[in-house]
């Protein structure tokens, strides 16, 4: 999985030291909030007690990063719990969080609705990833099941890009389920512009840590990359529960 430039940075910078010598308390919060923003071009979200001893979490624009108590040190990646089966702490700080960002996403979201629904994924996604279309092909297999799906735009080429107005004309589409399943099948979509805010979606799945498509996040905020199949997604969401 190819690292976002900002994470690239951020890899190159593993044991860097910061421009501060602050703890992660009361003011000192700020000042690394404000030392990561200045390194990294990095906004901050919150920080918080790393599953480490001595460490700091930082849940941010580009993902989780972890800091020393100190404010010197900092890296980027995944920390796993082996006594619990190798289950993935990184990924659970961000997994509600990723639940209250994606609210003021809702009302902008295309939603495939089942009919007995069960239960709800949100997938991000891109109009011209094979898997993608490969998933919305089988979207009455999902339904079927009782999995409502519904959809935010990644453009895998950033924003702005051909492949983000792509993504524009199909959510401002006088009918945007059509458009998307027109789009998914090879179709040309009319270009339209509407107030759809295509560069937040995309930024708010970098915030998740996303950097491919498509990305499913479970009702727990836990996200699954990759396709699944119908079947297989519905046993990832039992076993989620």
């Given at each position: ?31 690394l ?7 990294l ?57 990723r ?46 099941l ?13 924003v ?12 401002c ?7 998307m ?61």
């Amino acid at each position: 999985m190819k690292m976002t430039k900002a994470l690239a940075v951020v890899a190159a910078l593993i044991f860097a030291p910061l421009a501060t010598a602050a703890t992660a308390t009361g003011s000192d919060e700020a000042q690394l909030k404000q030392a990561l923003a200045d390194n990294l071009g990095v906004e901050v979200h919150s920080i918080s007690d790393a599953p480490i001893n001595g460490l700091y979490q930082a849940i941010t624009d580009r993902g989780v990063l972890y800091i020393s108590a100190d404010g010197s040190k900092l890296f980027h990646g995944n920390i796993y719990d082996l006594n619990q089966r190798m289950k993935n702490l990184t990924d659970a700080a961000l997994a509600g969080p990723r639940l209250e960002m994606m609210q003021p996403f809702e009302d902008d979201m295309l939603v495939y609705k089942a009919k007995n629904e069960k239960h709800v994924v949100t997938i991000f996604t891109d109009v011209d990833c094979g898997y993608c279309r490969k998933l919305h092909a089988e979207m009455d297999d999902y339904n079927d099941l009782g999995i409502t799906v519904r959809y935010l735009a990644f453009p895998r080429r950033g924003v702005p890009s051909a492949n983000a107005d792509e993504m524009q004309a199909v959510w401002c589409a006088k009918d945007p389920l059509k458009a998307m399943t027109d789009a998914k099948a090879g179709g040309n979509v009319k270009a339209a512009s509407c107030d759809i805010d295509i560069a937040g979606q995309y930024k708010l799945g970098q915030t998740f840590g996303i950097s491919g498509t498509p990305a499913i996040v479970l009702e727990n905020g836990s996200i699954v990359p990759g396709y699944q199949p119908p079947q297989q997604l519905l046993q990832t969401l039992e076993r989620s529960q």
